[in-house]
């Protein structure tokens, strides 16, 4: 149980283009989804915590125009990096999370951006 | 600042043998922390966890220990197998507000277990 589903797993794209990625748990309501992004040999820099229905909440220094999430059900969240450059690539990652805060987050496999 | 540190990179360890993964924490805020196991190119995979009214729990191979006055927890493995080699991330949040508290993450230990 308890599967996150993250699409698509790699992209490659220009610089200018806009990437959406997917995030959907699979057998399980997710109330709150987070995105994360990941650099080599760094830990997992949380991004944005969202909750169905309700507008993300952006970590400091993080830019919501840049980084757009939209979490329209219960069991799907999307983040679309708009205009994406070269700094942009990455390693993103989302979770999902069930009922309280005493919950484990459980991930999605990642998506690797990169901007040429 | 790093909230939650995981000072051993990496940690080699013969098959059969104990495998203790060690993670110390700065913020006294936090009271629910979480085991991460990362295999390359796939998201980490829930492990274990262990809330501060705690000081162990335990799941099959997998004990997490919590010392609050050390702000110290660690994971051991026993016996660990060649198929515990992977990154082990440890993850900590402070749930007092009863709200979206985001988990900080370790930087993680690459854990290598010899056949």
């Known amino acids: 149980g308890a599967v996150v589903s993250q699409h698509p797993s790699w992209v490659i794209c220009k610089s200018g283009t806009s990437v959406k990625i997917e995030c959907r748990s699979l057998d399980f309501q997710a109330t709150t989804m987070f995105w994360y992004r990941q650099f080599p040999k760094q830990s997992l820099m949380l991004m944005a915590t969202s909750n169905e229905g309700s507008k993300a909440t952006y970590e400091q220094g993080v830019e919501k125009d840049k980084f757009l999430i939209n979490h329209a059900s219960l069991t799907l969240s999307t983040l679309t990096v708009t205009s994406a450059h070269p700094e942009d690539s990455s390693f993103y990652i989302c979770s999902a999370r069930s009922g309280g805060v005493l919950q484990p987050q459980h991930f999605g496999d990642g998506t690797r951006l990169s901007i040429l | 600042d790093q909230q939650v540190k995981q000072n051993s990179p990496s940690l080699s360890v013969q098959e059969g043998r104990i495998s203790i993964l060690n993670c110390d924490y700065t913020n006294s805020m936090f009271d629910y922390f979480l085991w991460y196991k990362k295999y390359p190119a796939e998201g980490p995979t829930f492990l274990i966890s262990i809330s501060s009214i705690k000081d162990k729990n335990e799941d099959g191979r997998f004990t997490v220990f919590l010392n609050k006055s050390a702000k110290h927890l660690s994971l051991h493995i026993v016996p660990s197998q060649p198929g515990d080699s992977a990154v082990y991330f440890c993850?900590?949040?402070?749930?007092?507000?009863?709200?979206?508290?985001?988990?900080?993450f370790g930087k993680g230990t690459r854990l290598s277990v010899i056949a």
């Open positions: 993850a900590a949040s402070a749930t007092v507000s009863l709200v979206n508290t985001p988990l900080v």
